[in-house]
């Protein structure tokens, strides 16, 4: 199993410019996430997907969009990139049992600079 | 709503003393506790984690975190600090899985080893 991967490693963009962040997931989870994390802030949830077919805002979901384009895989779109938005971007997804004992597997993240 | 506080963004211990990284949450609903860790330029993975069972809960590579829910603590533990223990580590709360099973995290404290 490859678990949570991400795609690509690093970007860098322009102000303006537009990306997808792609994340696949081959655990047959339900649930998918994006955060984002910037220093000293921990990681902050943009978007989640409770389950294919849904998706939810998060705290910061300003200036993103989502698809969860099937069970497997959930993109994150950037549609006019803002120098606010460099971070490091991470995806994860989680099986959504029972009782809150979901664990939350994680992807090697997508570094972003936006110039 | 919840939210977790990690005092010290920053702790340095000597190879082989008592690590000791705290956690403080509110929430207004019995939480489920987790503790990660992230090793540079990785992604995070799971330490630890409390779903209401036994209060001291026994993690990977030696770390153990205890729920006192009059302190509103889950505060992460290992006896004998490891150089590879040099990491971040996150403390999150979620809000179970009623509710999205939404994670919220702390700012993060990055552990430095001394030989």
């Known amino acids: 199993n490859a678990g949570v991967t991400q795609t690509p490693k690093f970007q860098v963009l322009k102000t303006g410019q537009s990306m997808t962040l792609q994340c696949a997931q081959d655990?047959?989870?339900?649930?998918m996430y994006w955060y984002r994390q910037d220093p000293g802030m921990g990681l902050r949830l943009i978007y989640y997907?409770?389950?294919?077919?849904?998706?939810d805002k998060g705290e910061v979901p300003n200036g993103y969009n989502v698809s969860r384009l099937n069970k497997r895989e959930f993109s994150l779109r950037l549609e006019s990139a803002a120098p606010s938005q460099t971070s490091v971007y991470f995806c994860?997804?989680?099986?959504?049992?029972?009782?809150?004992?979901?664990?939350?597997?994680f992807g090697p993240g997508t570094r972003l600079t936006v110039l | 709503a919840q939210s977790v506080t990690q005092l010290g963004s920053h702790v340095s211990v000597s190879e082989g003393a008592l690590v000791l990284l705290r956690c403080n949450y509110s929430?207004?609903?019995?939480?489920?506790l987790f503790w990660y860790v992230q090793y540079p330029n990785q992604g995070l993975q799971l330490l630890l984690k409390?779903?209401?069972?036994?209060?001291l809960v026994k993690g990977i590579n030696g770390f153990e975190a205890e729920f006192k829910k009059s302190e509103t603590s889950f505060h992460l533990t290992k006896p004998s600090a490891h150089m590879s223990d040099a990491a971040e580590y996150f403390c999150?709360?979620?809000?179970?899985?009623?509710?999205?099973?939404?994670?919220?995290f702390g700012g993060g404290t990055r552990l430095m080893v001394k030989p």
């Open positions: 994860a997804s989680s099986q959504r049992g029972l009782a809150g004992t979901d664990t939350q597997y």
């Open positions: 655990m047959n989870h339900n649930s």
């Open positions: 997907s409770a389950s294919e077919g849904t998706t």
């Open positions: 929430s207004s609903v019995p939480p489920y």
């Open positions: 409390y779903t209401s069972a036994a209060t």
């Open positions: 999150a709360v979620s809000d179970g899985p009623n509710a999205g099973n939404m994670l919220t």
